[in-house]
């Protein structure tokens, strides 16, 4: 007798897009494969860009676009989706939230008087099993359960919970620090017993969005650089199972080639990045504010290049960060010398070289040890998948934690710390003077580097597991915002002044246009460039209400 197929999906909502993979539940959580999506489906590059969108544009074309792309992402492994029993998730709260279709708004604002003002009641934020039905979910079958992880707090979430029990940092009582580094970097401290945590706004770049020639960890993405003879720096580019390998050999001031691989690479990961920063620091090829080649660019493989305009993105990102953990730090009370173990979490977390990721400011100048953990949120999500139980055991260590969030939005010493990162960066400020504006703040300096005497990897892939059929990217989420404008033109002024490409303008009857958006390129909040461009001034963002997506491909279709 052939029993029947038992699948299920575990679902990592990551600020800068979506991971999952499909497990045999009947044959002892194998995974199978691997897919991902190359972006975060809604407008915009941060958290309080996709909850601008989501407020202003409304919570059911939010959600309908994150629903669009999941049943997209599921589909895209292939297999009979009715087979598919059980989905977990892990992320942060906002993404678990916006999955749900819950009330989000209390993480968009601040401030206990403002939620009452609003009338905003917090939801219920504790672990809890749903069905694919009640969230909206159409490509599984209405009764697929749907696992859904505590969050420590309401700001602090299951990706958090997922940070600290797959690193075992409770288990140690040493005072740690961990941060998934990602364009929400989220971070905590923890000592004697309690944890601090916050969340910087770091940006896309920590996942090589932003910058020229970024992408995030793929097969064929640069993911890190070693200084090698002659002023020659290797390439290391990301085979097809994610898996870091040496690759040609260039130099940076020039572009010459010395070793050519047949491994070609399409782009630079965050950590790439960090590599580059540092490595272009400490040889001098880096003079902040600028790079101290003839045409101001550093030059790696396959024509990937990197300018003075990343280096700006870069260094604010790991300014937010830097200052991040500095004021995690001054709020606990605490030197910098006190913290004895970095973990380092996320994609980023996992390929970034430590030592290069300390000399860029993303760990603390003073750390024993630094551990790589991998994407623990994904992790904690197969964990959840594959044994039911871990959710009650979530919520117990979710419930011991005493915990205390820092929104670095309102801190005044995040402020201070910040201002000072960005003179460093995009100013070329010199470190002597960061720690004398430092001291005037009455903060303490930053103390000199020292350098980890451990330095220790966990796993060396991101995702150490991409299954027998190995990982599947969606390039294309294929999530558009839809709408027509009375009194548009079809002048295409939008179309033209979109930055990102994102816009189209369609003819659809003799005077009629429509306006056409791909969710996952638009920068949403931070830029409405077509709304400002348009002549007749008829475009406007936040009525863009109709969501609509290409077809799928798979077996689920
Ligand atoms: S111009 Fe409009 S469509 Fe293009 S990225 Fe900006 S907000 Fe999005
Ligand atoms: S800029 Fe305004 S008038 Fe011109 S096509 Fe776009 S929406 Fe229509």
């Known amino acids: 007798m052939v029993l029947p197929m038992a699948y299920g999906i575990a679902l990592d909502l990551g600020t800068s897009g979506f991971r999952t993979h499909l497990?045999?539940?009947?044959?002892?959580?194998?995974?199978?494969?691997?897919?991902?999506?190359?972006?975060?489906?809604?407008?915009?590059?941060?958290?309080?860009?996709h909850l601008h969108f989501w407020i202003e544009n409304g919570a059911e074309v939010g959600h309908k676009i994150i629903l669009e792309t999941v049943d997209k992402l599921i589909a895209l492994h292939g297999v009979d989706c009715r087979e598919i029993k059980r989905i977990?998730?892990?992320?942060?709260?906002?993404?678990?939230?916006?999955?749900?279709?819950?009330?989000?708004?209390?993480?968009?604002?601040?401030?206990?008087?403002?939620?009452?003002?609003?009338?905003?009641?917090?939801?219920?934020?504790?672990?809890?099993?749903?069905?694919?039905?009640?969230?909206g979910l159409t490509v599984v079958g209405p009764e697929t359960e749907v696992a859904i992880p505590p969050a420590i707090r309401h700001e602090v979430g299951a990706d958090a919970l997922a940070m600290i029990i797959k690193s075992k940092m409770l288990e140690?009582?040493?005072t740690c620090m961990v941060t998934d580094y990602g364009t929400n970097a989220e971070m905590g401290l923890y000592h004697e017993g309690e944890l601090?945590?916050?969340?910087?706004?770091?940006?896309?770049?920590?996942?090589?969005?932003?910058?020229?020639?970024?992408?995030?960890?793929?097969?064929?993405?640069?993911?890190?650089?070693?200084?090698?003879?002659?002023?020659?720096?290797?390439?290391?580019?990301?085979?097809?199972?994610?898996?870091?390998?040496?690759?040609?050999?260039?130099?940076?001031?020039?572009?010459?080639?010395?070793?050519?691989?047949?491994?070609?690479?399409?782009?630079?990961?965050?950590?790439g990045v960090v590599a580059a920063v540092a490595l272009?620091?400490?040889?001098?090829?880096?003079?902040?504010?600028?790079?101290?080649?003839?045409?101001?660019?550093?030059?790696?493989?396959?024509?990937?290049?990197?300018?003075?305009?990343?280096?700006?993105?870069?260094?604010?990102?790991?300014?937010?960060?830097?200052?991040?953990h500095k004021t995690l730090i001054e709020e606990v009370g605490i030197s910098d010398e006190e913290i004895k173990t970095m973990y380092l979490a996320g994609a980023?977390?996992?390929?970034?070289?430590?030592?290069?990721?300390?000399?860029?400011g993303l760990v603390p100048r003073v750390v024993e040890k630094t551990v790589q953990v991998g994407n623990t949120s994904l992790m904690m999500a197969y964990d959840l998948l594959v044994d039911p139980s871990v959710l009650d055991m979530m919520q117990s260590v979710a419930d011991s934690i005493a915990s205390k969030h820092i929104m670095f939005a309102t801190s005044k010493i995040f402020e201070d710390i910040y201002i000072n990162e960005v003179a460093y960066w995009l100013e070329g400020m010199p470190m002597e003077y960061y720690n004398k504006m430092l001291k005037i703040s009455g903060l303490s300096p930053l103390p000199d580097i020292k350098r980890p005497k451990e330095t220790m990897r966990i796993v060396d892939r991101d995702i150490p597991e991409v299954g027998s059929k190995g990982l599947k990217t969606l390039e294309h989420v294929g999530v558009?915002?839809?709408?027509?404008?009375?009194?548009?033109?079809?002048?295409?002024r939008c179309e033209m002044e979109c930055p990102e490409q994102a816009l189209k303008v369609e003819k659809i009857g003799k005077k009629e246009y429509k306006i056409r958006i791909a969710t996952e390129y638009c920068l949403g909040t931070a830029c409405k460039n077509c709304e400002q461009v348009c002549p007749n001034g008829v475009l406007k963002f936040s009525e863009l209400k109709i969501v609509k997506r290409e077809e799928l491909n798979g077996k689920c279709a």
């Open 23 to 49: 497990v045999d539940l009947s044959n002892k959580g194998k995974i199978i494969s691997t897919a991902i999506t190359m972006r975060h489906p809604l407008p915009g590059a941060n958290i309080m860009d």
């Open 88 to 135: 977990a998730v892990c992320g942060n709260p906002a993404q678990l939230s916006m999955f749900e279709g819950i009330e989000i708004r209390d993480l968009a604002y601040a401030g206990e008087s403002i939620l009452k003002r609003f009338n905003i009641t917090r939801p219920n934020r504790r672990g809890h099993t749903t069905t694919a039905g009640a969230i």
């Open 172 to 174: 140690k009582k040493e």
């Open 196 to 271: 601090y945590s916050g969340s910087a706004a770091a940006g896309p770049a920590m996942e090589g969005q932003h910058i020229s020639h970024g992408m995030l960890a793929a097969p064929y993405a640069i993911s890190d650089l070693n200084v090698e003879s002659d002023g020659y720096w290797a390439n290391f580019v990301l085979d097809e199972r994610l898996g870091p390998r040496k690759a040609s050999l260039i130099n940076p001031s020039t572009g010459d080639l010395k070793r050519l691989d047949s491994i070609k690479a399409r782009g630079i990961t965050g950590t």
């Open 280 to 324: 272009g620091l400490e040889t001098g090829l880096i003079k902040l504010p600028g790079i101290a080649t003839k045409d101001k660019i550093l030059h790696f493989q396959d024509g990937i290049t990197f300018n003075e305009k990343d280096l700006h993105e870069a260094g604010k990102a790991m300014g937010a960060i830097r200052a991040g």
């Open 348 to 360: 980023s977390g996992t390929y970034v070289d430590p030592i290069k990721a300390q000399t860029c």
């Open 480 to 492: 558009f915002l839809i709408g027509s404008f009375e009194g548009c033109a079809g002048c295409k």
